[in-house]
């Protein structure tokens, strides 16, 4: 059975983390898989802690991060770098995603889809609880000024925390990959477009937990930078790689765990 590897970033999970860790052991295990699972975790909350003391005597669960926190994107690529697997990805740690929903993942990847992302957009989706009226109305807003900055053309769900790859296109992405905070996974999806990789939208079950940590006009600013941030990104090593014939193998990661 193929090798997989799951990278959690969790940030402010303390009290969910345990039973995150348990429902995802359970799923791989009932499949079959072998398996690693990372749980990337920064700051001072007991989130690390809390995932470390689960993880105690099982070798394929294990937990990177520090007190400093270093944002989602950073903690995902730190994971990603460090894995094994021959499929990677990650999930979300609040569980808005059952792990089950991998099971709509996985057959793409026979297709020879290089990338293949969770979606609340797609025809197949499910979404069991909606966000708020203004939520939605944001991301219907997003969506266009994604379209218009980054042109990200065919993909209706950029932000979905359920994202696999194989290996080898886990490794081209995120040694390029610089973005720490959440538009991170614009930026991977861009990536996968300069690399002429394949990517597959794949329709999930989704429920919103009602989380209301995020706040609409600090993040609106924050996002909108990171995303011009993308949009004037340049990618030299790759422009050079591909100029010399060389491989990605070649680009050091964009910074180290």
Known sequence: MTGLSIIIPAYNESATIASTLRQVR???????????????????????????????GDPRISVIGSADRGGKGRGVRNGILQSSGD?????????????????????WFDRDFDVVIGSRK???????MSQPVYRRLGSRVFHCVIQGLIG???????????????????????RLQRIDGYMFDVEILRLAKLLNLRVKEAGIRWRDDGDSRYDPIVGTFRNARELLRIRRMRYEQLEIVKE??????????????
Do not use: M, N, W
């Open 87 to 107: 499929i990677v990805g990650f999930i979300d740690a609040d569980y808005k995603t059952p792990i089950e929903e991998l099971d709509k993942l996985l057959p």
């Open 122 to 128: 797609v025809a197949d989706a499910q979404v069991c």
């Open 244 to 257: 010399q014939g060389g491989t990605i193998d070649q680009i050091p990661p964009a910074s180290a765990a």
């Open 26 to 56: 359970q799923y791989l295990e009932s499949r079959g898989f072998q398996y690693q699972v990372i749980v990337s975790a920064d700051g001072t909350d007991g989130t690390r802690e809390a995932a470390a003391k689960f993880a105690a």
């Open 152 to 174: 990200l053309s065919g993909i209706r769900d950029t932000q979905c925390g359920f994202k696999f790859f194989t290996r080898a296109a886990a490794q081209q992405i995120f």
